[in-house]
């Protein structure tokens, strides 16, 4: 089912409650944004390689494919933001959302006017112009940051990152030596305070650590510095 609005973006709504489904896409129609909806995993993920959406809003928990199941095998080609929207509010399953590369991940139930502010600082994120000058390579030890690819290079080969993994990997590093805390990340990345609760900052620097080859137990690169925030280590 599609809704059409005049918009730069477009969003895939993945959610089998009908009810709520229609109450979502009208407040995403009302913000002006196109907004085609799915009540289906098998056939949401199917739209997902077919049409360029810029954002999926992705329900956990769906008849044909498990949201979970569709993130995960999405995540790698899928070039736009994927926000879970579901009714499972464990930590585990927020954590596991948020590793599978999840962008954000939002309960339900969720007032309009919060969830369309989230994904308009997602949105708005994208359409940014870069922070700083293009080209300029940061080198740190073997991992190099290439700006204008927004690539990652960990001894020359590259290294897959989602868009959320390399945003919070460049803005670390543009502040290389410097302590960053949870506030800060919340407000350059997204727009929003950090409400001491968020789990996907955490699990999005637990994420980097592995595909930099950081020691979880014992990180060099990017330092957890208690009660303060993080410290992306200079060589």
């Not at 007032?111 to 994120?125: F, I, W």
């Not at 590093?173 to 302590?179: K, T, Y």
């Not at 699990?203 to 303060?228: E, H």
């Amino acid at each position: 089912m599609d809704i059409s609005a005049q918009s730069a973006a477009r969003i895939l709504l993945i959610e089998d409650d009908e009810r709520l489904a229609q109450l979502v896409a009208d407040a995403l129609h009302k913000a002006n944004y196109a907004v085609t909806v799915c009540g289906d995993g098998l056939a949401g993920e199917a739209l997902m390689r077919q049409e360029p959406f810029d954002l999926v809003l992705l329900d956990g928990h769906l008849p044909g494919k498990d949201g979970f199941d569709v993130l995960r095998d999405t995540r790698r080609d899928f070039a736009g933001r994927i926000v879970m929207l579901t009714a499972r509010d464990d930590d585990i399953d927020q954590v596991l959302g948020l590793e599978g590369g999840a962008d954000d991940y939002i309960t339900k139930p969720v007032a309009p006017r919060v969830l369309l502010a989230r994904l308009k600082a997602l949105l708005r994120r994208d359409a940014l112009p870069a922070a700083h000058p293009v080209g300029e390579a940061l080198h740190f030890g073997p991992l190099t940051l290439l700006p204008q690819s927004r690539e990652l290079r960990l001894h020359g080969e590259p290294v897959a990152l989602t868009t959320a993994e390399y945003e919070l990997l460049n803005f670390l590093a543009q502040r290389a030596g410097q302590v960053v805390s949870r506030d800060d990340i919340m407000q350059g990345l997204r727009g929003l305070e950090f409400d001491g609760l968020d789990r996907a900052i955490d699990a999005r620097i637990s994420r980097l650590r592995r595909k930099i080859g950081d020691d979880a137990q014992a990180p060099v690169r990017i330092k957890t510095v208690r009660g303060q925030g993080y410290l992306f280590a200079i060589d």
